[in-house]
């Protein structure tokens, strides 16, 4: 959409910045937004939010000098609009025509493109071992990642290749040394930046159990193995194998405090089981997730901390903002939890949601078998990450 070339507004348009918009939501100021993509773009991915109302209105509908009052009679006169696009040239358009009428618009910069470069890093206040704990937090698909700090040194856990200066800058600004960078497994919704932080001196850490998928550059990296720990500062990276999502499903405990799951276990469901050998190989897949949560993930200690690699739309932040919850919280409240294992795989496979978009691509670029571009990695990654099985199946009475 993005792509054509749009006529310069007559009018001056004010623009928002995606940090500005991501602030006056999480401030729960009430925003209403005019997405002018087309519908099948915005019914796949578009920003939402309890104080957000979105209103979709294809940016064609703009393009004739007389517009259709039903297509006007769609936007609230009495109220600010917030104009969005993929990339802001059509938005700015449409935002001009609009203000021509008399409405109070602006348009969000750079689009949705804009909205997917937010990246925020959350102290996880309820971690209590040694050093910091911060989560990243990509809102656009609900990416997280992991900052474990101690001393002068650092590891970062499932690192975004797009946010690849992220992490050496937040590094040099705490005075740390990014000693690691870890996977929890082949990545399916995104471009992993393992291989880009290897290549900056940062020791790559991925597990053995994912190389027999076809990874092409093992010989680069560390392989962790089942009990496998890693040292940073006085804190301590434990390798906690969980396969089920995928074969090569990894968990880490950060200093028995905080268990980063992956896509195994999210605070609001549990991972989807087909990605990896399709529909054929999920039923043996979910077995083997059901195993995993149950040996490996609820027989740890009641308090201990579960942080996902993604949170969803349905997810309910912790006092701290953070995605994160104690493992006795999350027996409490999701079903998927408390039952025996054929009720278990039913219940997943049950529900599937679509797979991610490009995820055959992505997984290809992440296994080393492809060659992609930043910025073709960053397209290919845009939209929801839809790595859970079904949320409200998993949902507890």
């Not at 399916?188 to 930046?193: E, N, P, Q, R």
């Amino acid at each position: 959409m993005d792509d054509m070339d749009f006529p310069t507004p007559d009018v001056e348009i004010e623009s928002m910045t995606p940090d500005g918009l991501k602030g006056r939501i999480d401030a729960g100021e009430d925003v209403t937004l005019l997405d002018a993509r087309m519908e099948s773009d915005y019914e796949e991915w578009k920003i939402d939010g309890e104080n957000v109302e979105s209103i979709n209105v294809p940016y064609f509908e703009f393009l004739d000098e007389e517009i259709d009052e039903d297509v006007l009679a769609q936007i609230p006169e009495d109220r600010e609009v917030t104009v969005l696009c993929a990339k802001g040239g059509a938005s700015e358009f449409v935002a001009g025509s609009l203000k021509e009428r008399g409405y109070d618009v602006n348009h969000l910069e750079d689009g949705m493109n804009g909205w997917a470069r937010i990246y925020e890093a959350v102290e996880v206040e309820r971690y209590d071992g040694a050093g910091t704990l911060y989560q990243y937090q990509r809102p656009s698909s609900g990416c997280l990642g992991y900052l474990a700090v101690d001393g002068d040194e650092a590891a970062v856990i499932d690192p975004l290749r797009a946010f690849t200066d992220r992490y050496l800058e937040d590094a040099a600004e705490l005075d740390v040394d990014l000693k690691y960078a870890i996977d929890t497994h082949i990545h399916a919704d995104h471009i992993s930046g393992l291989r880009n932080l290897a290549e900056e001196g940062v020791e790559g850490v991925i597990p053995a159990a994912a190389v027999d998928r076809g990874v092409t550059y093992a010989d680069e990296l560390t392989l962790a193995e089942d009990g496998d720990e890693f040292q940073v500062g006085d804190a301590t990276i434990k390798t906690v194998s969980t396969p089920g999502h995928t074969s090569g499903m990894t968990s880490y405990l950060i200093d028995g405090e905080l268990l980063a799951t992956g896509d195994g276990l999210f605070v609001e469901s549990v991972a989807r089981p087909d990605l990896e050998e399709g529909d054929e190989g999920a039923e043996d897949a979910a077995k083997q997730l059901y195993e995993s949560l149950q040996e490996r993930v609820l027989s740890l200690p009641d308090e201990t901390l579960v942080g996902g690699a993604h949170f969803s739309d349905s997810a309910d932040p912790a006092e701290d903002g953070t995605y994160t919850a104690p493992i006795s919280q999350l027996e409490e409240e999701m079903a998927a939890l408390t039952i025996d294992e054929a009720e278990f795989v039913e219940l997943i496979l049950s529900d599937m949601p679509p797979r991610p978009a490009n995820y055959e691509e992505i997984i290809a670029t992440n296994l080393g078998q492809q060659e992609t571009g930043d910025e073709e990695a960053f397209e290919l990654e845009l939209g929801p990450n839809n790595c859970a099985a079904s949320q409200e199946s998993l949902a507890g009475d």
